[in-house]
C-alpha cells in the first residue's frame, strides 16, 4: 500500500513523535509506515486521516497489479 504520511507530516512540520502520539502509536510505528514497511490497521488508518483532516483514500492508496 502506498502512502502519504510523510509527505502530509512534512507540509505539517510536525515530527514523527508528534503524529505517533496524536494517533497513540509508538514514533517506529510511523516509520514503518511511512517507508512501506507496514501496513497501518483500519482504525490507525482512520486517526490519521482524521488527524490530517483528509480522506483516508486520499492518504493511503491500494497497489493492485494493474497499477
Excluded: C, G, H, W
Excluded at 515530527?15 to 510505528?29: D, F, M, P, W
Amino acid at each position: 500500500m502506498k502512502n502519504r504520511v510523510k509527505e502530509l507530516r512534512i507540509e505539517k512540520n510536525i515530527t514523527q513523535q508528534e503524529l505517533a502520539t496524536a494517533v497513540n502509536i509508538t514514533r517506529q510505528a510511523i516509520s514503518y509506515i511511512e517507508k512501506n514497511q507496514k501496513n497501518p490497521n483500519i482504525i490507525i488508518a482512520l486517526k490519521i486521516a482524521e488527524y490530517f483532516k483528509i480522506p483516508v483514500d486520499e492518504i493511503f492508496e491500494l497497489e493492485t497489479a494493474d497499477r
